[in-house]
């Protein structure tokens, strides 16, 4: 089964040469994609120059959108998401979250932050089924109606449906991996703003 890594990016030039580096290095992953949802930096550019397929939105339509897009832009039977703004990813936390998988044990594994940094271990002990580390098959991504809309909500969506159809799902603690927080990247002001509109994403997606 082929697999493909997809890297939702919003102005995420700071860090996602970094990131598609170490796909590129990975033996068990067959393609990476860069789906740059309307950045207004430089990372399509910098992702294009690792080598990698980047497809540009004009306009941003939110992670759930972008991850649709990427995913109608491979043919691999097994996905693996991968947000842009990672520090410290490696290969065993690659080879981690695509190992239940492709051994046939589970139908969707879920990355956590494990002795990276305070901020965002304790974000994700707290709220697992939020992480944007994820493997899935392919089938299931595309089981959940409306997923292009989902925005922020999609791990709250993809959690919810393997939940409701009693899939088999492995967490993974990912050791000395972390992100870089909103506030770090935006300014306080707004980046707080933008954990607001991230977190009403989410509890839309819990109504639906």
């Not at 994820?134 to 969506?157: C, T, W």
Request: aromatic share 6%.
């Amino acid at each position: 089964m082929k697999t493909a890594a997809i890297v939702p990016a919003y102005n995420e030039e700071q860090t996602i040469s970094g990131v598609v580096r170490t796909l590129l290095r990975s033996p068990k992953i067959d393609e990476v994609v860069v789906v740059s949802d309307g950045s207004e930096d430089r990372t399509a550019l910098r992702a294009r120059r690792c080598g990698v397929k980047v497809v540009e939105l004009h306009e941003n339509v939110g992670k759930g959108g972008a991850l649709k897009t990427g995913v109608d832009a491979v043919t691999a039977d097994i996905l693996l998401f991968i947000d842009a703004d990672l520090l410290g990813l490696t290969q065993n936390h690659i080879c981690q979250l695509l190992g239940p998988i492709l051994d046939g044990t589970a139908d969707m594994t879920v990355g956590v932050f494990e002795e990276g940094r305070l901020a965002t271990d304790l974000a994700q002990k707290i709220a697992p089924f939020l992480s944007g580390q994820r493997a899935v098959k392919r089938e299931l991504f595309s089981s959940i109606p409306e997923v292009e809309h989902s925005r922020y909500g999609v791990e709250m969506a993809l959690s919810r449906y393997a939940d409701k159809q009693d899939l088999p799902v492995t967490v993974v603690n990912l050791k000395d991996l972390s992100q870089i927080m909103k506030e770090e990247k935006q300014g306080f002001a707004r980046g707080l703003w933008s954990r607001v509109k991230m977190y009403w994403d989410i509890l839309r997606t819990v109504k639906l």
